[in-house]
């Protein structure tokens, strides 16, 4: 049985910490089933055109797949190069994670599975030592009051940002640079939503508006500038990243915490703006998928349920963040995602980021001499095309000679 994905997947490369259990239950269906695994790493920039070349060919790169959303949903899906994970595996099982199901499905369809946490949203990261250096109150403070606010957010850089040569220009920031889909995240709007069954091209809305006029604001007032370098040397105050994103604490040591992005004058509560669904899929045209499915639902069972989803999710943040206060944090967000429909629709992203023009960024700092409001009226119409085009686009079957 081979399994392929763009990093290793063999259980006994230890990359989290239930690995050891992981290899016992490998060995435990290797001897039940009288199974060998190969496990296959492709580079994530190949694996997607890997898959569809191996399927055509009527040769799957491997029997089960790790698979990013946007690559699935809707492309592969539609075009059959994925079975539906529904016609092989028991969906229902609490062994798989119920939220991860339901943002696999395609036409009412589930496309994937996985036994795994959802633990890459977006988070901001702050600086503990430079806080009390500068005799600031911990933001954590401000969180379960709902006033850790773009305000507040604000003040906080304000009053970390210096220019401590005397240059003319910080050297020390008050944040990195925000990137913008969480920023709109934070005043409640998504850039596509589903409504009723449809989905919406919503960047365009008042609130989403007032989002861009906020970042626009910190960047021209050079209140966020630099990069996770600069936080991980103590030279800026906050760092936007995904909650997976630690590498810095190699150099902070425990000197760091973790908050939820700041919320906007619109929205009722934080949000964790997520767009990276991962999950297991079977390509078309694998010789046994019953088997398959089988073997890869016993090769997951070492933890039963929901409640130990829960444990192994929070033992991954004990062995991540400094203290305990931070894993609650990080559970807290865990419970508060907005995931965006947006990186299914390939179209949209080559209108934020076209190969010649400016792109979306250039626009919000100011690079362009176009308006958000000018390049959002001039794309909205051209973006909800799109997005019904591929909504409605035939679900067709290869013909594979099986």
């Known amino acids: 049985m081979r399994i392929a994905g763009w ?8 990359t989290n910490v239930f690995y050891q259990r992981a290899v016992q239950r490998e060995n435990e269906v ?26 055509l060919a009527g040769d799957p790169i491997a029997e089960i797949v790790r698979c990013r959303w946007a690559w699935v949903i809707p492309d592969l899906a539609r ?6 994970a529904d016609y092989y595996f028991n969906v229902c099982d609490p062994l798989w994670n119920p939220l991860i199901i339901e943002r696999s499905r395609f036409n009412g369809q589930a496309i994937g599975v996985s036994h795994e946490p959802h633990g890459d949203f977006m988070v901001l990261f702050y600086n503990k030592s430079l806080m009390e250096r500068l005799g600031l109150p911990d933001p954590q403070v401000f969180v379960d009051k709902k006033q ?6 604000e003040e906080y850089c304000m009053r970390i940002v210096q220019d401590t040569d005397n240059d003319g220009q910080p050297d020390i920031f008050g944040s990195t640079l925000p990137p913008w889909q969480p920023v709109v995240a934070s005043n409640g709007v998504a850039i596509v939503s589903g409504f009723g069954g449809v989905d919406l091209f919503t960047l365009n809305t008042p609130q989403a508006i007032k989002a861009f006029k906020w970042l626009q604001k910190l960047v021209k007032f050079r209140i966020c500038e630099g990069d996770t370098a600069d936080f991980a040397a103590g030279k800026a105050g906050f760092l936007w990243g995904n909650a997976s994103d630690t590498g810095f604490s190699r150099e902070m040591g425990d000197k760091w915490g973790v908050l939820p992005v700041p919320m906007g004058p619109d929205a009722e509560d934080y949000v964790a703006w997520w767009d990276e669904v991962q999950f297991m899929c079977i390509p078309s045209g694998t010789k046994e998928p019953e088997k398959t499915a089988m073997i890869w639902t016993e090769l997951c069972r070492w933890y039963p349920n929901v409640s130990g989803r829960a444990d192994y999710y929070r033992k991954i943040l004990e062995n991540r963040l400094p203290d305990a206060r931070d894993v609650n944090m990080a559970v807290f967000l865990s419970e508060r995602l907005m995931l965006d429909k947006y990186p299914v629709y390939e179209e949209l992203q080559k209108i934020f ?4 023009g400016p792109n979306i960024n250039e626009i919000i700092y100011g690079n362009t001499g176009q308006t958000i409001e000018q390049f959002l009226n001039d794309n909205s119409d051209r973006i909800q095309k799109n997005i019904n085009e591929l909504r409605r686009a035939p679900d067709f079957r290869i013909a594979l000679n099986k």
Do not use: H, M
């Open 148 to 153: 850790w606010t773009w305000d507040r957010f």
């Open 30 to 55: 290797r001897q039940k089933y009288n199974v060998k695994f190969w496990f296959i790493t492709v580079s994530a920039e190949s694996l997607k055109d890997e898959i569809i070349s191996s399927v």
């Open 79 to 84: 075009r059959g190069i994925i079975e539906p």
């Open 353 to 356: 980021y076209p190969d010649n």
């Open 7 to 14: 990093y290793n997947l063999d259980p006994k490369v230890p």
